[in-house]
């Protein structure tokens, strides 16, 4: 059983495109949650979601627009790609809010701009 | 705004030995998350460590948090190439406008040798 999927997990294309990521995850959790991890390994989060509801919006250019159609699922839109958005981006989810936060990490989607 | 910061970054390992990572931040927090990612793979949580003096142990790993100190460490017990991976530890912000954030160190590169 896949608790949080993602999809594509590798994802090729040129610059200037607009490409999407889904996230879709079956644990019943309120919170998801999208980071992206550069070439040297850093996780920083990019949105948070809670029931449909974006309450984490961290600097990321708004080429980035993170769309949540019920609460099981977050896709990220990437408009206008540039080669410094190549990265392995995370979908992750959680349960109960903060007050615990554990969260469960997708399987990532490597995204390269050529 | 917080800061998670790890040491060592690398850390090469022969098996049987004992080794502890560090993870130190900056600002308040009672919430602390260690997970472990292999290459090209996902983020899998190890502990979830929720109050100061907090202790866990599964197989050769122990974690434990001390909030006064802001400092959170894993130990590892009689090293086994099996557990070669990247470490990190991820802290969440409990209050002012980065509630519910969660923000990772570096990672710790771990390589286990015979």
């Known amino acids: 059983d896949t608790a949080v999927s993602q999809t594509p997990k590798y994802l090729v294309t040129q610059m200037g495109n607009d490409k999407s990521i889904k996230c879709e995850q079956n644990?019943?959790?309120?919170?998801m949650y999208w980071y992206k991890q550069d070439s040297k390994k850093f996780l920083k989060i990019m949105f948070s979601y809670n029931n449909k509801e974006l309450i984490i919006n961290e600097t990321v250019p708004n080429r980035f627009s993170p769309k949540s159609p019920d609460k099981a699922h977050l896709n990220l839109h990437i408009n206008s790609l540039e080669l410094g958005d190549s990265a392995v981006y995370f979908c992750?989810?959680?349960?109960?809010?903060?007050?615990?936060?554990?969260?469960?990490f997708g399987p990532g989607t490597r995204l390269t701009v050529l | 705004e917080l800061k998670v910061e790890q040491n060592p970054l690398f850390l090469s390992m022969q098996e049987g030995k004992n080794y502890t990572i560090y993870c130190n931040y900056s600002t308040t927090s009672d919430r602390l998350y260690w997970y472990r990612q292999d290459p090209g793979k996902s983020l899998e949580s190890l502990f979830v460590?929720?109050?100061?003096?907090a202790v866990k142990q599964e197989g050769r790993l122990m974690a434990s948090l001390d909030t006064k100190a802001r400092l959170s460490t894993l130990h590892i017990t009689a090293a086994v190439h099996d557990l070669s991976a990247t470490y990190f530890c991820a802290v969440l912000s409990t209050g002012g406008t980065s509630y519910g954030k969660l923000t990772f160190g570096q990672g710790t590169i771990l390589t286990v040798h015979p």
């Open positions: 644990l019943g959790h309120d919170t």
């Open positions: 460590l929720l109050s100061n003096g």
């Open positions: 992750a989810s959680s349960p109960q809010g903060f007050s615990y936060n554990e969260q469960f």
